[in-house]
């Protein structure tokens, strides 16, 4: 989710943002939903379609707080020397739970200018079940393909580009091809 930053500094690589740094973390999904809000929702949301501002940055604002909550959990899940190939499960979780999260606060929010009749109700209910029916056969699926998605990502790990002679072809850590 968060890669390190590099600046070119006269050839030398700085890094700008530490991924061992919880408040870094913190920093870049702040930054990146600033950026989103300018660069996409105030272009398109407010300008294109004349949605009020505060609207439109109450929803971004539904969707970055979710983010902001999972940090911690993605941020214990990640790569360290300790544990080089993460907690695939916890990482799991936490990524269904972001989206599960982000996806009803944005329905409940936006809902909310539904009118108050039967028909709208049992529209609620449909969309709201479906919701939780997607992301209840999401996180069924993780639990049933988390060793072979652990599998995966420890076979990922040993598979590198080929440094030097600026080929795309991979090779083993160990020298092989």
């Known amino acids: 989710m968060l890669l390190a930053c590099n600046a070119i500094d006269r050839g030398n690589s700085v890094n700008i943002i530490n991924n061992d740094r919880l408040l870094h973390w913190y920093a870049s999904v702040i930054f990146g ?11 398109v949301f407010h300008v294109w379609l004349a949605i009020p ?25 990640r790569n360290t020397p300790n544990s080089p190939y993460g907690f695939i499960g916890r990482r799991i979780a936490a990524v269904i739970g972001l989206l599960l999260t982000s996806t009803l606060s944005l329905f409940l929010y936006i809902q909310t200018r539904w009118p108050n009749s039967g028909a709208a109700n049992e529209n609620r209910r449909i969309v709201l079940f479906s919701i939780l029916g997607l992301y209840g056969m999401m996180a069924l699926c993780a639990i049933i393909f988390k060793r072979q998605a652990r599998r995966l990502v420890i076979a ?11 080929s795309t072809r991979g090779h083993l850590s160990s020298g092989r091809n």
Not at 156 to 166: A, C, H, I, P, Y
């Open 53 to 77: 501002l505060g609207e439109v940055a109450i929803g971004t604002g539904v969707c970055c707080a979710p983010q902001l909550l999972f940090i911690p959990m993605l941020y214990s899940a």
């Open 156 to 166: 990922m790990q040993f598979w590198n580009v080929r440094e030097g002679d600026g």
């Open 33 to 43: 939903w600033s950026l989103f809000f300018a660069g996409i929702c105030i272009p």
